[in-house]
Every structure is written in structure tokens, then in C-alpha cells.
Nanobody, 126 residues
Framework: QLQLVESGGGLVQAGGSLRLSCAASGRTFTQYNMGWFRQAPGKEREFVTAITRGGGNTNYVDSVKGRFTISRDNAKNTLYLQMNSLKPEDTAVYSC???????????????????WGQGTQVTVSS
């Protein structure tokens, strides 16, 4: 079982930055492709970005391209999401997710991931 714990959320003004972290434990982190999803109140969970297990390939939803960067440090078993130029519409609960079915990339549907963190709230004020 892969356990995931997010941190780094908070309240930030529009135009600001935050870096989210997702600490993994329980299994070999490098066996998993990873992703970040977000869910705003009253909306469905939305794919944000994903990264392959080695970190060589990434994918982003159009709305965050050029502003968000996904990365991972496999030596530290940690996934990151650097968020710059934040907008009020980025307000959501952000969750990291993992899948050990790595032949398909990217996976953009929540049901394609098997392991999830509890989420961390990001609030962007205008």
C-alpha cells in the first residue's frame, strides 16, 4: 500500500506562489507514476498534472501550463507542485495520487489512480 500525505497548502493572494509537497511511504516510490488533482466546492475532481516515475515526462491541464510545475525527488520519496501566478480560480483542495500501471501516460481520470492523499486546501484571494 502506498501512503501519501500532502502539505503546503494555505491562503495566498492572487499572483502569489505556493509549493505543495506529497510525501510517499509504504512502497517503492519509483514504481509509481504520480499526479495532482484538485476539487473546488461544488465541482468535480479535476486533473492538474502528472509525472512519470522517473520524472522524465510531465503533462499539464491547459489552465495551469506555464504557471505550475510538477517534479519529484525519488531519493526523498516526495512529489512537488510549484504553483506560481495563482488565480482565484485555482482555489481548491489539491490531492496527490499514484498509479503503478505505468504503461499509460498521462492518466487524467481520477479512477485511473489507485492511491490518494487526504488533500490540502489552497485558497487564492483576489
Amino acid at each position: 500500500q502506498l501512503q501519501l500525505v500532502e502539505s503546503g497548502g494555505g491562503l495566498v493572494q492572487a499572483g502569489g506562489s505556493l509549493r505543495l509537497s506529497c510525501a510517499a511511504s509504504g512502497r517503492t516510490f519509483t514504481q509509481y507514476n504520480m499526479g495532482w488533482f484538485r476539487q473546488a466546492p461544488g465541482k468535480e475532481r479535476e486533473f492538474v498534472t502528472a509525472i512519470t516515475r522517473g520524472g522524465g515526462n510531465t503533462n499539464y491541464v491547459d489552465s495551469v501550463k506555464g504557471r505550475f510545475t510538477i517534479s519529484r525527488d525519488n531519493a526523498k520519496n516526495t512529489l512537488y507542485l510549484q504553483m506560481n501566478s495563482l488565480k482565484p480560480e485555482d482555489t481548491a483542495v489539491y490531492s496527490c495520487a499514484g498509479t503503478d500501471v505505468v504503461w499509460k501516460f498521462p492518466k487524467v481520470l481520477p479512477e485511473e489512480y489507485d492511491y490518494w492523499g487526504q488533500g490540502t486546501q489552497v485558497t487564492v484571494s483576489s
